[in-house]
T-cell receptor, first 115, second 114 residues
Framework: GENVEQHPSTLSVQEGDSAVIKCTYSDSASNYFPWYKQELGKGPQLIIDIRSNVGEKKDQRIAVTLNKTAKHFSLHITETQPEDSAVYFC??????????????FGKGTKLSVKP | DSGVTQTPKHLITATGQRVTLRCSPR?????VYWYQQSLDQGLQFLIQ???????AKGNILERFSAQQFPDLHSELNLSSLELGDSALYFC?????????????FGPGTRLTVT
């Protein structure tokens, strides 16, 4: 089955700097890759996603890149702000796979943005 | 606010007991997913329902069961509870059947088994 590795587990940056979180996946048939942000005491919030027919997607200060050959995808946050501090999760799924509705999540990255 | 609601917010119960967690999906969404989040296992997919029918199963224990009702709300039943079942339980919803539709998570139910 699919396995998603996420690095780093913790990341501390200065306000205004960029942050990059990387994930690798094992199933070459995976074709959907969302990123979620989870603040303390809240549910995961979808912040951006990318499908396998696209190499890069950007939404304001957030961008995601996908390298299908290497089976890895990354989240880039530019001009970080203290409110970006949260745990970020990557996920992968194969909508045509045996477990169909199954998002496989990475273990998460705790991002701290210092003012 | 994702539009997905879950009740109760917190639940404390004893080992061996049975509890029911409730989820209402976003308006218009037909799929409901249940996830378990624990410190050691991370976020794990349990089960998906689409328009009242079970569509996909993940790492759901036999002691756990779920259903989706005609009004599309869903319930997750956990029985013969063990200490290890203590976790956050999230419900998510999406408009379509496939996992490539955006899933929106509720605020979760924190279950504590003592």
């Amino acid at each position: 089955g699919e396995n998603v590795e996420q690095h780093p587990s913790t990341l501390s940056v200065q306000e205004g700097d960029s942050a990059v979180i990387k994930c690798t996946y094992s199933d070459s048939a995976s074709n959907y890759f969302p990123w979620y942000k989870q603040e303390l005491g809240k549910g995961p919030q979808l912040i951006i996603d990318i499908r396998s027919n696209v190499g890069e997607k950007k939404d304001q200060r957030i961008a995601v890149t996908l390298n299908k050959t290497a089976k890895h995808f990354s989240l880039h946050i530019t001009e970080t702000q203290p409110e970006d501090s949260a745990v970020y999760f990557c996920a992968a799924s194969n909508e045509y796979g045996g477990s169909q509705g199954n998002l496989i999540f990475g273990k998460g990255t705790k991002l701290s943005v210092k003012p | 606010d994702s539009g997905v609601t879950q009740t109760p917010k917190h639940l404390i119960t004893a080992t061996g007991q049975r509890v029911t967690l409730r989820c209402s999906p976003r308006s218009g969404d037909l799929s409901v997913y249940w996830y378990q989040q624990s410190l050691d296992q991370g976020l794990q997919f349990l089960i998906q329902y689409y328009n009242g029918e079970e569509r996909a199963k993940g790492n759901i224990l036999e002691r756990f069961s779920a259903q989706q009702f005609p009004d599309l709300h869903s319930e997750l039943n956990l029985s013969s509870l063990e200490l290890g079942d203590s976790a956050l339980y999230f419900c998510a919803s999406s408009v379509g059947r496939e996992s490539s539709y955006e899933q929106y998570f509720g605020p979760g139910t924190r279950l504590t088994v003592t």
